[in-house]
């Protein structure tokens, strides 16, 4: 009987297929969220924005795909891919659309109340809570933080057998990231952010500006990095070249700040602001001004458009002033094909548009602006706060942005092998106060983008000393996923650092398994870096400081391509993996990344879960993507 419904849903009938079909679980709770308490369940006749994300088709190629276009050996590297042929790829099977309706229609939701995005990928119904437990077999509650924050959700929640494969997921339900409130405090790391915020770190020194060559080990400027990397071109295609930034409100620049910055060390930028992208409602706020309003977007913008002048950047805002922003936010506006405003967006992790707030954002920025060729990105999650279904469903997008010729840059997180705040895992892989298992991070172990961890100029040496790993107020994040396979291309140099420097740790302390993604990917300078903030100058830490660093010089690569008639590199980690790179980088050697009660891992020669392959070196990078077609 169910193999002749599953047929006649194939078919595109809407003749009933049954509803009370064994049901299994299909996900539960990654980790039960510290400080939160599980309170009333949820009024049954509140109204929930259930969205039902359809199994994907070709999935299984993701990889191969991707490589096609991105590994320096394939006969199609570089030949990226339209959005059109994006969707037309993952688009959902009719067979998946049918059967998911069909079993909503028979368990009682009337037809016209069913929506498909436009990719295809998500099938909504604002449904009562009474609905979605009775379609999920499963139980909501409200829960509630001692900072009187609430949030919703379920602990699990079932499909029918047949059901399951056509599905990958389903929100609201068991995620768990408490998207913060944009004007509340995220105590655990003493700033604000939206979603989870990993830096940068401010020093309590004073600094007065007197920086040169010979203290770069006390203060980093630009002239420093350029020292630094052998980092010095000045870009000619920069009308065709396109380089962006996300910040997520209501952490905002300051223009005098940059202007502040520029004087002293880009006076060509006095006066100069970068490009707005304004996304779900965004604006540049200026009415909170301290340094976890503004201290990260300063950080990002003073580097990123001094290492790149005159190149345009983008200011890639996002969310409005009630609703803040996700992840998913940023990836709706630069990919029309992933907008889930009729589809996925969560909201316990993204900001939900049109905001129905007085006030609030009213539209829905859905592939506004086309992906830019390299993003940086200083922001992150634990990875055990998502459960394997939502990472990988966000993973995805990333790997399409790669085949479509962007490069995803993410910051590799502040607090060495532990996740957010210093906390870390328990044996059963849940956040414990004095946790002694590894807490990689998220979006940054994701095997489809670059992730930068931080090194520093050793105390008392030069830009012509080698550097060694940040150990000064941050340390560099590195680990091993607990979620995502080990990707091909980094399979050799994550093989040999795990044969010739086992780590000694006891068993269960981190994922040592030798098969699953390793970060970070490559590292740039993360300490002592002189920003102008709140009409100061100040002292910052962070990888939050290294991503821009190295996404600066990716998009000056790009523009030599570009003035060469050559496309952008995309996605960049199987070229830097390959054996033509391996003398591209400088090699770290010291300093580790301590966190969770252990040293952590230590620097190594080649490929280490600190600093990765190490720090680029441009006038030896350049050449090498040049050469590629």
Excluded at 142 to 161: D, I, L, M, R, T
Aim: proline share 8%; with cysteine; aromatic share 10%.
């Amino acid at each position: 009987m169910r193999f002749l419904a599953l047929l006649l849903a194939v078919a595109g009938t809407t003749l009933a297929i049954p509803t009370r079909s064994s049901h299994v679980v299909h996900e539960t709770r990654a980790v039960n969220p510290l400080e939160w308490i599980q309170g009333v369940r949820l009024d049954a006749s509140q109204i929930i924005p259930l969205r039902i994300g359809l199994s994907q088709q070709n999935l299984d190629r993701i990889e191969e795909l991707l490589m096609s276009v991105s590994h320096p050996e394939s006969p199609t590297y570089g030949q990226h891919m339209s959005p059109d042929e994006i969707v037309d790829m993952f688009a959902p099977s009719n067979e998946s659309i049918n059967a998911v309706r069909d079993w909503l229609v028979e368990s009682g939701i009337s037809p016209d109340r069913l929506k498909v995005s436009a990719s295809k990928g998500w099938l909504q119904v604002n449904a009562t809570v009474a609905e979605a437990e009775d379609l999920l077999k499963a139980k909501y509650h409200v829960y509630e933080h001692p900072s009187g924050a609430k949030q919703f959700g379920c602990h699990s929640y079932s499909v029918p057998e047949h059901i399951q494969p056509h599905i990958e997921l389903i929100k609201p339900t068991v995620h768990f990231n408490h998207r913060p409130n944009p004007h509340q405090k995220f105590k655990r790391d003493g700033v604000l952010g939206s979603p989870g915020f990993n830096g940068p770190k401010k020093s309590a020194a004073h600094v007065t500006i007197t920086p040169t060559l010979e203290t770069c080990d006390q203060m980093i400027t630009l002239e420093c990095l350029r020292a630094l990397y052998d980092f010095n071109y000045t870009p000619v295609a920069t009308d065709k070249n396109t380089f962006g930034i996300v910040e997520f409100t209501p952490q905002a620049y300051l223009g005098p700040d940059l202007d502040l910055f520029f004087r002293n060390f880009t006076p060509s930028l006095v006066g100069k602001r970068p490009v707005n992208v304004l996304i779900d409602g965004a604006f540049v706020q200026t009415a909170a001004q301290s340094f976890d309003y503004n201290g990260e977007s300063d950080l990002d913008l003073e580097y990123a458009m001094g290492l790149t002048a005159p190149q345009p950047v983008l200011l890639l805002q996002t969310g409005d002033i009630f609703e803040g922003a996700g992840f998913d936010n940023w990836l709706d506006a630069v990919d029309g094909s992933f907008c889930t405003f009729e589809g996925g967006d969560d909201p316990t992790q993204d900001g939900i548009y049109p905001d129905t707030q007085p006030g609030g954002y009213k539209g829905q920025s859905c592939g506004i602006i086309a992906p830019p060729h390299v993003v940086s990105i200083s922001y992150g999650q634990d990875e055990s706060t998502v459960t394997a279904a939502f990472a990988n469903r966000q993973c995805t997008e990333y790997a399409k942005l790669g085949m479509m010729g962007s490069s995803i840059l993410y910051s590799s997180g502040d607090s060495g092998v532990a996740g957010n705040g210093g906390v870390c895992l328990d044996s059963t892989k849940q956040p414990a106060t004095n946790g002694n298992v590894f807490n990689p991070g998220f979006p940054v172990t994701c095997p489809f983008v670059t992730a930068v961890g931080a090194t520093q100029v050793n105390p008392g040496s030069t830009v012509n000393d080698p550097e060694g790993a940040c150990e000064q107020v941050i340390f560099s994040g590195g680990g091993f996923s607990n979620i995502f396979p080990m990707p091909s291309y980094q399979s050799t140099a994550v093989k040999n650092y795990l044969s010739q420097h086992t780590p000694s740790f006891p068993a269960g302390t981190f994922n040592n398994s030798g098969n699953v993604r390793a970060y970070p990917d490559l590292s740039a300078n993360g300490a002592n870096y002189v920003i102008g903030i709140d009409g100061q100058f100040g002292l910052v830490f962070g990888t939050s400081a290294s991503a821009p660093v190295v996404a600066s010089m990716i998009t000056m690569v790009n523009d030599a391509r570009i003035h060469a008639g050559k496309k952008p590199v995309g996605f960049i980690n199987p070229v830097i993996y390959s054996s033509d790179f391996q003398h591209a980088f400088n090699d770290i050697t010291m300093g580790g990344n301590q966190g969770c009660g252990t040293p952590g891992f230590t620097a190594v020669s080649g490929w280490d879960p600190v600093t990765g392959l190490g720090t680029p070196n441009f006038s030896k990078i350049l050449p090498l993507f040049m050469a590629l077609p």
